[in-house]
């Protein structure tokens, strides 16, 4: 029943030093994203991939990069961070690439939250 | 304008009482639209889809109005355990294999004994 999974829960990191917000799903999904959550803002996109090998920008991809090796992970570097940076991340992951096809159903993970001090 | 917008709230309701939110979006040929429910420093889920036609699941029903351009969702009867925050997303412009899902920033609700 694992579902999404993200790692880690909690990170503080200095200004400019990078890391990998890591995102693993069990459930065989092709799509697979990564959100921010700021207050007073909606869920922005970052960065998303529709299969392996392919990736695209989201709303809000500076200062963020991605990989997709496998269909079961998807991993968020920063690559120089930022005090912007500050936020709650979150992967998620459909079974449908095509908008509104079936439910729409986006399965999130915990949530990583990320301070940039 | 937000692309797609929510009354922040908090709503502030006695347990057993009927609330209802709205949501605004901005482009009319958004093709699908939701409501997540998030728990305090939990991740989103999915609440219900939105149907044309409307749709109930149990207390809560969703209503749809593409002529004027929000979606509803009505909370009867409300728990304690309703309290959450209720997201607002549309899906605003299929491209193809890419779902846009567009975020409202949400609307807070707290129930009370």
């Known amino acids: 029943n694992a579902g999404v999974t993200q790692t880690p829960k909690f990170q503080v990191l200095k200004t400019g030093q990078s890391m990998t917000l890591q995102c693993a799903q069990d459930?065989?999904?092709?799509?697979m994203s990564w959100y921010r959550q700021d207050p007073g803002m909606g869920l922005r996109l970052i960065h998303y991939?529709?299969?392996?090998?392919?990736?695209d920008q989201g709303e809000v991809p500076n200062g963020y990069n991605v990989s997709r090796s496998t269909t079961e992970d998807f991993p968020l570097r920063l690559l120089s961070a930022a005090p912007s940076q500050t936020s709650v991340y979150f992967c998620?992951?459909?079974?449908?690439?095509?908008?509104?096809?079936?439910?729409?159903?986006?399965?999130f993970g915990e949530g990583s939250r990320l301070t940039v001090l | 304008r937000k692309e797609v917008e929510q009354d922040p709230g908090p709503f502030n309701v006695p347990e057993g009482a009927t609330v209802a939110f709205n949501c605004t979006y901005s482009?009319?040929?958004?093709?699908?639209f939701f409501w997540y429910r998030q728990d305090c420093r939990k991740e989103p889920k999915l609440l219900m889809s939105?149907?044309?036609s409307g749709n109930e699941d149990g207390r809560f029903t969703a209503q749809l109005n593409r002529a004027s351009q929000y979606i509803s969702l009505l909370i009867r009867d409300s728990k304690l355990s309703d309290s959450a925050t209720y997201l607002c997303?549309?899906?605003?412009?299929?491209?193809?294999?890419?779902?846009?899902?567009?975020f409202g920033t949400g609307t807070r609700l707290l129930v009370s004994p």
């Open positions: 459930m065989n999904h092709e799509y």
């Open positions: 991939s529709v299969g392996a090998g392919i990736t």
């Open positions: 482009n009319s040929a958004s093709q699908s």
């Open positions: 998620a992951s459909s079974m449908e690439k095509i908008a509104g096809g079936g439910t729409g159903e986006l399965f």
């Open positions: 997303v549309v899906n605003m412009k299929p491209l193809a294999g890419f779902q846009k899902l567009v």
């Open positions: 939105v149907y044309s």
